[in-house]
C-alpha cells in the first residue's frame, strides 16, 4: 500500500473512508409480514436512502452498495423483472436530490447485460454528477468479484499481447489499476445484514484487509442506530496489516 493513498493511525481509530454493504434480508423482511418479497425490495429501497443520507452527512468519502450480484440473474423471472423496474424508477426518482447534495453515483458491474432503459438511467446519473465533490456513492449491480478481476486480467493480457506491457511488470498495483474500483480507497468496513455470513463474490480482491462486521438485522430495517453500531465496533478494531500490535500501539507504523 502507498503512503498517500493510506490510512493514518489516526484515521484508523477515526471514521472509515470506505464502507461497504452488502444489503440482505429484504425477501425475508416481507416474508416475515406474509408480503410478497418485492414488498421486501421497495422497503429496501428506504433503508438505502437512509444510509446515503447519513453518510453523505457524516462525510464519508466512499459508500459502496452492492444492489445485484452477477448470480441474482439465478432468481425468479418476475423477481429478477421486478428488481430491474425498480432500479429504473429509484434512478429516475432520486438522481436530482443526489445532484442536489452533491453526491457523486457510480455505477460497477456489467451493465450490458441490463435493459438499454435501465442503462441510459445509469449513464444519466453518472454522468449528470460525475463532477460532484461529495460522497461517492457505488452501486454494484450485475457485479461479481471474480468478474472484476476477469475484466482486469482481460485488460493486461491486451496490453500484453499489443506489446505495451511485459508479464514481469504485472504488480497488485497494475493490476488495481484495471479493477472498478481504481480510484478509490480499499473499503475499510464491510457490513453485511441479514444474518448470513459470507462475501457472496463482492469485492472479493478489494476486501482483502476490510474490517468485517455481520448483523442479524434485515436490511430494511436497519438505520442510523445500526450504522452507528457497525461504525462503533470498527472504532474499536485494531488494523495491524501484519504488524504486531505494539508497534501498532507504539506507532511505529503508518499504513
Ligand atoms: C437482498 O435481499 C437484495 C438482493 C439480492 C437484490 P434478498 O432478496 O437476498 O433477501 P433474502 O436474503 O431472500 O431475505
Ligand atoms: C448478495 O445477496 C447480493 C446482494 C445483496 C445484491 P444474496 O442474497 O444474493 O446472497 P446469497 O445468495 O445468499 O449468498
Ligand atoms: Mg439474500
Same mark, same amino acid.
Given at each position: 500500500?502507498?503512503?498517500?493513498?493510506?490510512?493514518?493511525?489516526?484515521?484508523?481509530?477515526?471514521?472509515?473512508?470506505?464502507?461497504? #454493504?452488502?444489503?440482505? %434480508?429484504?425477501?425475508?423482511?416481507?416474508?416475515?409480514?406474509?408480503?410478497?418479497?418485492?414488498? %421486501? *425490495? +421497495? /422497503?429496501? $429501497?428506504?433503508?438505502?436512502?437512509?444510509?446515503? !443520507?447519513?453518510?453523505?452527512?457524516?462525510? #464519508?468519502?466512499?459508500?459502496?452498495?452492492?444492489?445485484?450480484?452477477?448470480?441474482?440473474?439465478?432468481?425468479? +423471472?418476475?423477481?429478477?423483472?421486478?428488481?430491474?423496474? @425498480?432500479?429504473?424508477?429509484?434512478?429516475?426518482?432520486?438522481?436530482?436530490?443526489? *445532484?442536489?447534495?452533491?453526491?457523486?453515483?457510480?455505477?460497477?458491474?456489467?451493465?450490458?447485460?441490463?435493459?438499454? &432503459?435501465?442503462?441510459? &438511467?445509469?449513464?444519466? %446519473?453518472?454522468?449528470?454528477? &460525475?463532477?460532484?465533490?461529495?460522497?461517492?456513492? $457505488? $452501486?454494484?449491480?450485475?457485479?461479481? %468479484?471474480?468478474?472484476?478481476?476477469? +475484466? /482486469?486480467?482481460?485488460?493486461? /493480457?491486451?496490453?500484453?499481447?499489443?506489446?505495451? @506491457?511485459?508479464?514481469?511488470?504485472?504488480?497488485?498495483?497494475?493490476?488495481?489499476?484495471?479493477?472498478?474500483?481504481?480510484?478509490?480507497?480499499?473499503?475499510?468496513?464491510? #457490513?453485511?445484514? =441479514? =444474518? !448470513?455470513?459470507?462475501?457472496?463474490?463482492?469485492?472479493?480482491?478489494?476486501?482483502?484487509?476490510?474490517?468485517?462486521?455481520?448483523?442479524?438485522?434485515?436490511?430494511?430495517?436497519?438505520?442510523?442506530?445500526? #450504522?452507528?453500531?457497525?461504525?462503533?465496533?470498527?472504532?474499536?478494531?485494531?488494523?495491524?496489516? =501484519? *504488524?504486531?500490535?505494539?508497534?501498532?500501539?507504539?506507532? /511505529? $507504523?503508518?499504513?
Amino acid at each position: 500500500m502507498s503512503a498517500d493513498d493510506s490510512n493514518s493511525l489516526e484515521s484508523d481509530n477515526n471514521k472509515p473512508r470506505h464502507i461497504a #454493504i452488502i444489503m440482505d %434480508g429484504n425477501g425475508r423482511w416481507a416474508q416475515k409480514r406474509f408480503m410478497p418479497r418485492p414488498m %421486501g *425490495h +421497495q /422497503a429496501g $429501497v428506504k433503508a438505502v436512502r437512509k444510509v446515503v !443520507e447519513y453518510c453523505a452527512k457524516q462525510e #464519508i468519502e466512499v459508500l459502496s452498495l452492492f444492489a445485484f450480484s452477477s448470480e441474482n440473474w439465478r432468481r425468479p +423471472q418476475e423477481e429478477v423483472s421486478m428488481l430491474m423496474s @425498480l432500479f429504473i424508477t429509484t434512478l429516475q426518482r432520486e438522481i436530482d436530490k443526489l *445532484h442536489r447534495n452533491d453526491i457523486r453515483l457510480r455505477f460497477i458491474g456489467d451493465r450490458t447485460a441490463f435493459p438499454d &432503459k435501465l442503462q441510459a &438511467k445509469i449513464a444519466e %446519473g453518472e454522468a449528470k454528477t &460525475k463532477d460532484n465533490k461529495g460522497l461517492t456513492l $457505488v $452501486v454494484a449491480a450485475n457485479y461479481g %468479484g471474480r468478474w472484476d478481476m476477469c +475484466q /482486469a486480467f482481460r485488460k493486461v /493480457a491486451e496490453k500484453i499481447a499489443a506489446g505495451e @506491457l511485459e508479464s514481469q511488470e504485472i504488480t497488485e498495483e497494475l493490476i488495481e489499476r484495471y479493477l472498478s474500483t481504481a480510484d478509490l480507497p480499499e473499503p475499510d468496513l464491510f #457490513i453485511r445484514t =441479514g =444474518g !448470513e455470513q459470507r462475501v457472496s463474490n463482492f469485492l472479493l480482491w478489494q476486501l482483502a484487509y476490510t474490517e468485517l462486521y455481520f448483523t442479524p438485522t434485515l436490511w430494511p430495517d436497519f438505520d442510523q442506530d445500526s #450504522i452507528e453500531d457497525a461504525i462503533k465496533s470498527f472504532k474499536s478494531r485494531q488494523r495491524r496489516f =501484519g *504488524h504486531t500490535g505494539e508497534q501498532v500501539l507504539n506507532k /511505529a $507504523v503508518t499504513f
